[in-house]
């Protein structure tokens, strides 16, 4: 596990080696429409945040020949650190793997996570305006007509960081 300065571990875990983490991850729904697919999280490799020996955070991943995707990323509670050790993690392993970039893709509601995915230094790649509305319809009807403070997600936004 590498700690962090805020006493935030991080390390890798296998799927179903921590219930708790498979259950943030799960919490998705079945897995991640994004792109025109839909992602399957039970089978990604997970990160953990643990502080104290309690589960913080985790983050779902897949390198892909374009760079490292993060898949998912849930903090139990925000604002704590969890996110940022993360994303400080994966961005090591995938820097040190030699992949070009590190990137994810959110929902134009995501207001608080666009903000937060700015200040890690990442930028806005790419918007797919009515992603979403398609992705409901042809993939996973189960996701909702409005999100975060009752913003209509329609929309999906692509953020990278560059690694070379």
């Not at 897949?62 to 993060?70: A, H, I, K, L, Y």
């Not at 999100?147 to 997600?153: A, L, Q, S, V």
Request: with cysteine.
């Amino acid at each position: 596990m590498t700690p962090a300065a805020d006493g935030i571990g991080v390390r890798i875990i296998d799927p179903g080696e921590l219930p708790r983490a498979d259950e943030l991850v799960a919490a998705w729904g079945g897995g991640v429409a994004r792109l025109g697919e839909l992602v399957e999280t039970a089978t990604l490799p997970i990160l953990v945040a643990e502080r104290d020996g309690e589960l913080v955070g985790v983050l779902a991943f897949s390198f892909r020949p374009d760079g490292c995707e993060v898949v998912t990323i849930e903090a139990v509670r925000q604002g704590e650190g969890a996110g940022r050790s993360l994303m400080a993690a994966i961005v090591e392993r995938a820097h040190a793997v030699g992949s070009p970039r590190v990137w994810l893709v959110t929902t134009n509601d995501n207001t608080r996570a666009i903000r937060f995915y700015q200040r890690l230094g990442m930028e806005l790649s790419a918007v797919h305006l009515g992603a979403v509305d398609d992705a409901r319809a042809r993939l996973k009807p189960t996701i909702p007509l409005a999100g975060c403070d009752g913003i209509p997600i329609h929309d999906e936004l692509v953020f990278e960081l560059r690694l070379t």
